[in-house]
């Protein structure tokens, strides 16, 4: 079978990559590189011995989708394109709206032009917006986003559910992702962020290689525990096999489904720098800084739905998701580039 990762070289494309091809399905990638690297198709070929067939496109470039399509015979697709960044989100929604809806609507748009009618959507815990209480299930209504970023994906989700309906063929499952971190075992592939990282494990593993003098704890006076914020984390190749799953899943059902894809249990950011100084051996200066605007205290997934109806949990620990981070980070510290 052969599978379309739409940003398949960034972070959790490229992971998604190896598991598939491991699996033995057939890997096509299409990407237009503005957050990620060329090399990363090394990578995939050094981990794996195969080489995915690579599409350097925009995604909402139609006739160049359309080219693949008539290429490839495609049977599903995994949507990862697309922009991430919250803080950017707020400074630039136009080009966060312009690029999230017009590649999912495009992709759809030539799917269907093409007979292909599984879909696999890169959806975040952020649709559960701050109304819920956690931990987050999957019947819940969605939330109120505290930004473009988020609203993209909830809109998205909407999208996706229309055209659901209006097409009975289409099989599509949602898959809201936690706080994916961590790497491939092998070092190959990781998170590269571009300038100052945003997301707490990138930070972490740039101030304990030297790269940045300390990391600042975003507030210490929640009402959590210890009083800083607690997120459900979860390792990037478990996550990665969440999509293997998720794919056996879309080829044997129709219409629309969502999972949750977490661990099922919050850490805290200081037991996250806590635990990455222990597995490390290596020492993370923090400070404690003012809350980050938009940050919730806490929230973490009731991550059962996937367990029964995709045989999906997360196995590895958080031990093993900083002592990954940690030996992506060591290994290449200027990410992938020379
Ligand atoms: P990433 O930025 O590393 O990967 C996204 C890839 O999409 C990049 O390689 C980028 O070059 C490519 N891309 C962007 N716009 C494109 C376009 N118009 N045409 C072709 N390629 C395009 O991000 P990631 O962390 O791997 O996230 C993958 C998906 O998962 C995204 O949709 C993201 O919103 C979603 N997600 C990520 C997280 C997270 O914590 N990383 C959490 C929830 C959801
Ligand atoms: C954010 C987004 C989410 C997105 C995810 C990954 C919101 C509400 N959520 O999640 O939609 O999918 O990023 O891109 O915007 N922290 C620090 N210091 C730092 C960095 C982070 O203390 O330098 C803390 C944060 O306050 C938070 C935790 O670490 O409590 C995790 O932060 P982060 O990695 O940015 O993820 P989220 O905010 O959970």
Redesign the pocket.
């Known amino acids: 079978m052969s599978i379309l990762l739409?940003?398949g070289?960034?972070?959790?494309?490229s992971h998604t990559a190896v598991e598939l091809i491991e699996s033995g399905y057939d890997v096509i990638i299409?990407?237009?590189?503005?957050?990620?690297s060329a090399s990363v198709i090394d990578r995939i070929e050094q981990i794996t011995g195969i080489r995915p067939v690579f599409y350097k496109?925009?995604?909402?470039d139609k006739a160049a989708l359309q080219n693949l399509f008539a290429e490839q015979d495609i049977d599903a697709v995994i949507h990862?394109?697309?922009?991430?960044a919250v803080g950017e989100s707020v400074e630039k929604p136009l080009e966060y709206y312009r690029?999230n809806l017009d590649?999912t609507l495009t992709l759809l748009e030539v799917m269907e032009q093409f007979d292909v009618h599984q879909f696999v959507f890169?959806?975040?815990a952020t649709v559960y917006g701050s109304e819920n209480p956690y931990p987050y299930t999957e019947t819940m209504k969605k939330g109120s986003c505290s930004n473009p970023y988020g609203w993209t994906k909830s809109m998205i989700e909407q999208i996706l559910g229309d055209a659901a309906v209006a097409n009975s063929n289409l099989s599509v499952v949602l898959l809201r992702?936690f706080?994916?971190i961590g790497a491939h075992e092998s070092g190959l592939i990781g998170e590269d962020p571009q300038g100052i990282p945003n997301?707490l494990m990138p930070f972490i593993s740039q101030v304990a290689v030297g790269k940045r003098p300390k990391l600042t704890i975003f507030g210490d006076d929640y009402d959590t525990p210890d009083g800083t914020c607690r997120r459900d984390y979860l390792h990037v190749v478990d996550l990665a096999d969440a999509h293997v799953k998720a794919l056996e899943y879309a080829s044997e059902h129709k219409g629309v489904e969502i999972f949750n894809i977490g661990t099922g249990t919050p850490y805290s950011v200081l037991e996250i720098v806590h635990a990455f100084e222990k597995s490390n051996s290596v020492a993370v200066p923090y400070e404690i800084g003012a809350r980050r605007d938009g940050d919730l205290p806490e929230f973490w997934a009731d991550a059962e739905k996937a367990k029964t109806m995709l045989g999906w949990e997360a196995k590895r620990s958080l031990e093993d998701m900083c002592r990954d981070s940690w030996n992506w980070q060591k290994k290449n510290p200027n990410g992938y580039r020379e």
């Open positions: 739409t940003g070289t960034g972070f959790i494309g299409a990407d237009n590189l503005s957050n990620s496109i925009d995604v909402s990862f394109a697309g922009f991430k690029n590649t890169s959806s975040s992702y706080n994916p997301n």
